[in-house]
């Protein structure tokens, strides 16, 4: 049985940049296709982007690029998102999600979620 | 890239049936077999509920089911139970290898 568990809370300044970690047990990363959404306070759920086994490359919402980066650390199966020049509309719970039991492709749909970490930006 | 559309809230009694429709372009809904629902509860990660338009997780109830017409596809519940009071999102694989999200529906068991 997968499961993906997120690093804890973090507050940070606007400017700042915040990683956050999303381990993976139950599987390899190399097995899996991470992909990150976000939800912001009373809002809803907006991707951030992800690996595309199909395309064989990191897709980003054009929203965040050039401002997120996505990474992954085979040795430890932890994957990773680092979002920079944070201002206040960044603050948001951030989600990673995978595919697993229901197909090999994540555009089937996410069927694991981490629990979710609490970004705030505040000065 | 837009976000797909969808009623802010729905709502039914018990034992009713109920549907919530989750509208896109051919960019999206309409050009790929590749939508998908998920359940949330507050302060709960999503759940997957539905996805390739039709398909039930195993571990799903089958009162939960999914259809596709056009560019609109649609999750029908029957047999509200309170339970199901939840928000509900629609998602999309899209023509730029991206994903999309609808807006959200709440759903309320009267």
């Known amino acids: 049985q997968v499961q993906l568990v997120q690093s804890g809370a973090e507050v940070k300044k606007p400017g700042a940049s915040v990683k956050v970690s999303c381990k993976v047990s139950g599987y390899t990363l190399t097995e899996l296709s991470m992909h990150w959404v976000r939800q912001a306070p009373g809002k809803g759920l907006e991707w951030m982007g992800g690996f595309d086994p199909e395309d064989g490359e990191t897709i980003y919402a054009q929203k965040f690029q050039g401002r997120v980066t996505m990474t992954e650390d085979t040795s430890t199966d932890t994957a990773y998102m680092e979002l920079s020049s944070l201002r206040s509309e960044d603050t948001a719970v951030y989600y990673c999600?995978?595919?697993?039991?229901?197909?090999?492709?994540?555009?089937?749909?996410?069927?694991?979620w981490g629990q979710g970490t609490m970004v705030t930006v505040s000065s | 890239q837009s976000a797909l559309t969808q009623p802010a809230s729905v709502s039914g009694s018990p034992g009713q049936s109920i549907t919530i429709s989750c509208t896109g372009t051919?960019?999206?809904?309409?050009?790929?077999?590749?939508v998908s629902w998920y359940q949330q509860h507050p302060g709960k990660a999503p759940k997957l509920m539905i996805y390739?338009?039709?398909n039930r997780p195993s571990g799903v109830s089958n009162r939960f089911s999914g259809s596709k017409s056009g560019n609109t596809a649609s999750l029908t519940i029957s047999g509200l139970q309170a339970e199901d009071e939840a928000d509900y999102y629609c998602s999309s694989y899209t023509s730029s290898s991206h994903v999309v999200f609808g807006g959200g529906t709440k759903l309320t068991v009267l």
């Open positions: 390739e338009v039709s």
């Open positions: 999600a995978t595919t697993t039991v229901i197909s090999t492709s994540p555009r089937s749909g996410f069927d694991i």
């Open positions: 051919s960019s999206d809904v309409g050009g790929y077999n590749y």
